[in-house]
């Protein structure tokens, strides 16, 4: 699916921007950055089993 993987990416640039400008405590910023990237991982498999066209 499309969506979860722009909202992994959104996530990772939430995380990203987070640790740079400060924006959220350490806990949050790992748990954005750890969803995202699980999102991602999610995107990148979900079409593994599918067959081609």
């Given at each position: ?21 400060k ?31």
């Open positions: 699916m499309k969506l979860d993987l722009w909202l992994g990416i959104m996530l990772l640039v939430v995380a990203l921007l987070g640790f740079i400008f924006w959220l405590s350490n806990g949050n910023l790992i748990t954005t950055a750890v969803a995202g990237g699980v999102l991602l991982l999610i995107a990148g498999t979900a079409d593994i089993d599918k067959p081609n066209k």
